[in-house]
């Protein structure tokens, strides 16, 4: 009787202590649980200290866990992902527990997909640590989750070292990233405690803490010696844009008579455009690395943003007015032309920067590097993608196919006028026709176009012959601009009365064509 008293106790008390074990969730049922909830990475952050990491009966494909000791500190996931722990680390996680001095602890890592990770766009974020202006594509499409033990793991002077394998050696172009959740909910990739290095094609990340780590692949970022180049020839393109335009703006104010072809105001209109849009390009990119204040990058960001959008719809302008004078030709006389021109060319950009300040879309744009974490280039610009998608990349679209719409006829034009005239010296027409296409080219802002070229394989080539047209668009239009006005005073000065004379001064070639007795 004593005997069967005995064993039932020992069954109930060890029934009791089983459920209280039991109790405590399990680290691989952790992802399925919080799957429930509204923010699946706030609750794994918290759950996974504090779960039971015994391993399951039926192995889960996404979840690993290792004891972790003084002699065994790495865990490799046999997926592409080795995980070593430093000895600070080791000892950071073992604080508070009873017998740290021998007791071994839980290494638990969960692999994640990346469409759990969603950036939101938030102020909160410190200086180089926001990503979003790299539109990010991480390696593999996955995340790495890592905890050690029940206590948190951070500022460590040892750093943890994540060896990501390039397998597929899709691009040696990365950086090592981790999640930086916010108070919100949301969270953002940043860079802040990790360095990277390559090691055989291989990402070795060496961060000082735990947390949720990537590798982000930006393959539209160049190396630092490439940026570091590009950022000269833009700095000396655009300084010598603002001289040239603000020559061109002033030798049409001293010499402005009172009736000026509309052809020559709209190009000066234009040439203002492209002057204040360097002038706030490089005080964009001043300001963002020697100001602390986010309303002044915001201000310097929505004039950048409304100087590119006025310089794409005054070279629209000039597309427009192309076709008037080369298509329409007669009948094109249309009432105070200028003034809704300037209208349509100013108003356009104004409401559209509007309505995106008062969406407070604007702030410092950091470019990362893959060496070190590095910061190559700041500046005060869009920090929202789908601002930039719709009023940068769409509407530079729209300006862009309408503008070579009548880059082709202006060819056609050519073409025909050569056949017309037998009695010209071809080969010295062509190479006229040659040059004048070269210059409208740079009016109709062909340039531009050069920005959705700049990825794939000839991607750092378009990069750098983008940069350099772009940066020296004003000083290319000033020569276009002098050559226009030379070559028509000769033709005013040698055209006799059976010369018709058509000119375009801001974008077209000086059409001639033998008028036919009747």
């Not at 638990?108 to 180089?128: A, H, M, N, P, R």
């Not at 590095?374 to 503008?403: D, E, K």
Request: charged share 15%; net charge positive.
């Amino acid at each position: 009787m004593k005997g069967l008293y005995c064993f039932v106790v020992w069954i109930f008390s060890s029934t009791i202590w089983t459920g209280a074990v039991y109790r405590k969730p399990t680290c691989h049922s952790v992802l399925d649980n919080c799957m429930k909830s509204g923010d699946v990475l706030q609750c794994m952050e918290q759950k996974m200290k504090n779960c039971s990491a015994i391993r399951p009966r039926i192995p889960t494909p996404n979840y690993f866990v290792k004891s972790i000791d003084s002699l065994v500190k790495s865990l490799d996931t046999e997926k592409g992902y080795v995980i070593n722990i430093s000895d600070e680390a080791l000892q950071r996680s073992r604080d508070g527990l009873e017998n740290s001095s021998s007791e071994d602890v839980k290494l638990k890592v969960y692999l994640l997909d990346e469409s759990l990770f969603k950036i939101t766009s938030s102020s909160e974020i410190k200086e180089g640590n926001d990503l979003n202006g790299s539109d990010p594509v991480l390696l593999k499409q996955s995340v790495l989750g890592v905890w050690l033990g029940t206590t948190e793991v951070n500022n460590l002077s040892q750093p943890v070292q994540l060896k990501f394998r390039n397998t597929h050696n899709q691009t040696e172009n990365g950086i090592c990233v981790y999640w930086h959740l916010e108070k919100n909910g949301g969270g953002n990739w940043s860079t802040d405690g990790c360095k990277t290095n390559i090691d055989n094609g291989d990402f070795v990340c060496s961060c000082n803490h735990l947390s949720f780590f990537a590798v982000l692949i930006s393959p539209q970022i160049p190396e630092k010696s490439h940026i570091v180049h590009l950022n000269y020839i833009s700095y000396v393109g655009s300084a010598l844009s603002i001289a040239f335009t603000s020559l061109v703006i002033v030798l049409f104010l001293c010499q402005r008579k009172k009736q000026c072809e509309h052809s020559l105001v709209i190009h000066v209109q234009l040439s203002s455009c492209l002057f204040l849009l360097h002038i706030s390009f490089l005080c964009s990119v001043w300001f963002s690395g020697h100001s602390d204040s986010d309303s002044v990058c915001q201000t310097i960001g929505l004039l950048l943003h409304w100087c590119l959008l006025a310089t794409f719809t005054w070279t629209a302008i000039e597309g427009f007015h192309l076709y008037l004078l080369l298509v329409r030709v007669f009948n094109i006389y249309i009432k105070r032309y200028m003034l809704k021109l300037s209208l349509m060319g100013w108003g356009v950009p104004t409401v559209t920067a509007m309505i995106c300040g008062m969406t407070k879309v604007y702030g410092k744009y950091t470019l990362y590097t893959d060496q070190e974490n590095s910061t190559a280039t700041s500046l005060c610009w869009v920090t929202t993608n789908t601002v930039i998608y719709i009023t940068v990349n769409g509407y530079l679209g729209l300006v862009m196919l309408f503008n070579m719409a009548m880059l082709a006829v202006v060819v056609v034009k050519m073409r025909q006028l050569r056949q017309q005239n037998v009695q010209i010296d071809h080969q010295k027409r062509a190479w006229k026709d040659c040059v004048s296409l070269l210059g409208l080219c740079f009016v109709l802002g062909v340039p531009w176009g050069l920005a959705f070229s700049t990825h794939g394989p000839l991607s750092l080539p378009a990069l750098y012959v983008f940069t350099i047209l772009n940066s020296f668009q004003g000083v290319f239009i000033f020569l276009w601009i002098l050559t226009l006005t030379c070559k028509a005073r000769k033709e005013k000065q040698t055209s006799s009365k059976g010369t018709i004379q058509v000119s375009y001064l801001s974008n077209e070639e000086y059409v001639t064509s033998k008028t036919t007795n009747s």
